[in-house]
């Protein structure tokens, strides 16, 4: 009964009631899908993630494929890099290591507000409209205060409605805000459980790796040079190759070409890859270190010697100041010791 109440004080059907409930109507529905999709790609690449690492069957969805080659490299599952049984992120989503961001709809307060207010002035001017001040006419002056009551009423109404409805999204806005600070931080602990941030000491773990799988890959060879390399060829063509009596160049050529190409190459590509890459990761720690050595030469050397130039240079300046100043005070000194011997003087001559 009293929500009745207080409904029918608030609403008198006028048009700008319309407004001000169609744009908080609005408002609200776009707000709500906003939030909605909020980290929507971000939450479901975690929670395929999370799927794949317990062994899950999960679809892959084309919804998620670029996440999934954007952070982890590739979409493949099966090149999902890993290490300690999390996967390594070689770029960390952006949306949760931001804050949340603001809503573009917050102006939407001020809307109803000034909406409500031009209501107001409305009314105002509506039940102002038909009182003439210049008749004496009882009747018709009752008449002109009924029209104005009215038309106060509903400026009173409109006011009330578009600042209650500017509080009324205010609280949506509040909810919505928090509701997204929620998820975005559940986001983040279910992303920290199953998934790392590639660094250097994972890029040196790969690289450990690697150079291990080669070592396992050349077992047996104890010295590698190319008489140990030749005895291994030839045992392993021989083998191949038994049974034949008569073999042309040509054949053996190929023979070897084979061999040498299943059992040497690989292990040779493998070694000038890790090469590389050790190559390309001493470069990048080479010019972290001479970023360093440059910012700490910059901090403790030539900032403190740029301000210590800047202090003598200003030390200079007083003392030049100084010189000039006690050069004036002498000159005034000189003058009056001339003047004071030119008045003992003509002192003296009087005398005489």
Known sequence: MEITK??????HNEPFHWAIAFVLIVAIIVELYTLLQYCGTDGASIK???NFKKGKNVKLSNKIRPWLKDHLGTDDSSRFRQQDGNFILIKYPSVLAHPIPRSSLRFVTTLCTAIGLLGTFYGIQQGLQGINLSTEDTKELITASKELLVGMKTAFSTSMMGLGSGSLFLLVLFGCDSLRQIRRDSLRHKLKAIATLKTTDNANHE?????TLVAKNLTGL????AEGIGQAVGRS??????GLNQLSAQAIGQAVGEQVQTAILPALRAIFKEQQQLRQLQENQ???VLKELIKDLRIQVLEP???RLDKSAELTQQASEAVLTLHRELSGISQSLASSILTIENFQRGCE
């Open 286 to 288: 080479g010019q972290r």
């Open 48 to 50: 395929f993630l999370s």
């Open 6 to 11: 207080v409904w029918n004080i608030i609403w």
């Open 305 to 307: 010697i740029a301000d």
């Open 222 to 225: 104890k010295q590698l040079n």
């Open 207 to 211: 690289i450990a790796e690697a150079l």
């Open 237 to 242: 063509i021989a083998e191949q190759l038994a």
